[in-house]
C-alpha cells in the first residue's frame, strides 16, 4: 500500500513531522477524535507572536485535516499554541472550515474581555490552556487560573493544564478545586523513569478519581525514556486508562512542537491505542463518548 508523503517548510529547532506516517492497522471507531493538535500558521498568512518562545514548522489546517483522514480520525480538538500568542487568527480560521468537526482550545488572560471569550466560544472553542513550562513563558499564578475558570465556567469550558512532573503533585490540590472541568496534558508529563508507582502518578490517579479530571494519555513519544516503540510511556497510558476509562483522552500532538529527534510516526501512535485501550468498548470512550463529553461535540 502506497503511504501518504506530506511535505512541510524546516524550522530551526523543531524537526518537521514524520513525511510518511503509515496507515493504522487499527480501524478506529466513528467520530473518533484527536483530542490534542496544532494548526501552526502558514506565517506568512497568520504571522507567529513576534515574543514566541520557539518558531515551529508551518502545518496549516489542510495539512492537519489530510492527516486526520489518512488516519481514520473524523474530529479534533486544535490547540492555541503559544507560538501564536493570544491572536487565534489561525485557529479560528480551522473551526470555520471543520464543518463541525473540529473544536478548539484558546488562550485567554486577566485582560480578555467577555466579548472575546463569546466570539471564541461562537466558533467552537470549548477551553482554555495553562502552561507550566518554562519554556512556554511564564506560567500565570493559580490565582489567575481560578479566576479565569471562573469566568468561563459557565459557558462549559475545561480548563486544560499543561504541567511537567513533579508540577502534578505540586498543583494537586489546586487542580481538584477549579471551578471547571480539567484536562492535564501528556501524561502529566512525567519522569517515566522513576516508575509508576512515583509521586506524579499517584497525583494523576487521585485526580482521575475525583470524577472532574480528565488526563490525556497523548505524548508517550514525549515521556518515553526508550524510543518506538514507546514501551514504558504505552505502559503509563495503559494504567490510566484502566484506572478511569471515563476520564482520559487521547491526541496525536501532531505536529509534535519542541521535540528532542525525530517526529514520530502518527501511524504508529494510533496503532498504539490497541495497548493503550485494548477493548473495542474502551477505545469508544477514549476516542468518542469521553471526547464528545469534553469539548461538546
Known amino acids: 500500500m502506497t503511504e501518504r508523503v506530506i511535505s512541510y517548510l524546516p524550522s530551526e529547532g523543531n524537526p518537521p513531522p514524520h513525511p510518511a506516517p503509515r496507515r493504522p492497522a487499527l480501524v478506529l471507531p466513528p467520530d473518533s477524535c484527536d483530542s490534542h493538535c496544532h494548526v501552526f500558521g502558514p506565517g506568512t498568512l497568520f504571522p507567529y507572536a513576534e515574543n514566541r518562545t520557539f518558531t515551529p514548522v508551518d502545518a496549516p489546517r489542510e495539512k492537519v485535516a489530510a492527516l486526520h483522514e489518512h488516519l481514520g480520525l473524523g474530529r479534533a480538538v486544535v490547540i492555541q499554541s503559544a507560538c501564536h500568542g493570544f491572536d487565534h487568527a489561525a485557529l479560528l480560521d480551522a473551526l470555520a472550515h471543520g464543518a463541525g468537526r473540529l473544536r478548539g482550545v484558546g488562550l485567554i488572560h486577566e485582560r480578555t474581555r467577555p466579548e472575546e471569550i463569546a466570539r471564541l466560544h461562537a466558533a467552537g472553542v470549548r477551553g482554555f490552556r495553562c502552561n507550566f513550562l518554562p519554556h512556554l513563558q511564564q506560567a500565570p499564578s493559580e490565582a489567575e487560573i481560578a479566576a479565569l475558570a471562573g469566568s468561563v465556567a459557565e459557558l462549559g469550558w475545561h480548563t486544560e493544564i499543561h504541567v511537567q512532573g513533579d508540577g502534578v503533585v505540586e498543583h494537586e490540590r489546586f487542580i481538584a478545586g477549579l471551578a471547571t472541568t480539567v484536562v492535564i496534558d501528556h501524561l502529566g508529563r512525567v519522569d517515566i523513569g522513576r516508575g509508576l508507582g512515583q509521586p506524579a502518578v499517584r497525583s494523576l490517579l487521585r ?23 514507546f514501551a514504558d510511556a504505552v505502559e503509563l497510558a495503559a494504567l490510566l486508562v484502566r484506572h478511569a476509562p471515563e476520564r482520559v483522552l487521547w491526541g496525536t500532538d501532531f505536529p509534535h512542537p519542541n521535540i528532542a529527534g525525530a517526529a514520530p510516526d502518527d501511524g504508529l501512535l494510533v496503532d498504539l491505542l490497541s495497548q493503550i485501550a485494548p477493548t473495542a468498548v474502551v477505545r469508544e470512550l477514549l476516542l468518542v463518548a469521553n471526547p464528545a463529553k469534553v469539548f461538546d461535540f
Do not use: A, E, I
Open 207 to 229: 485526580l482521575l478519581d475525583t470524577g472532574n479530571v480528565f488526563v490525556k494519555v497523548s505524548g508517550v513519544d514525549r515521556v518515553s525514556r526508550q524510543g518506538p516503540p
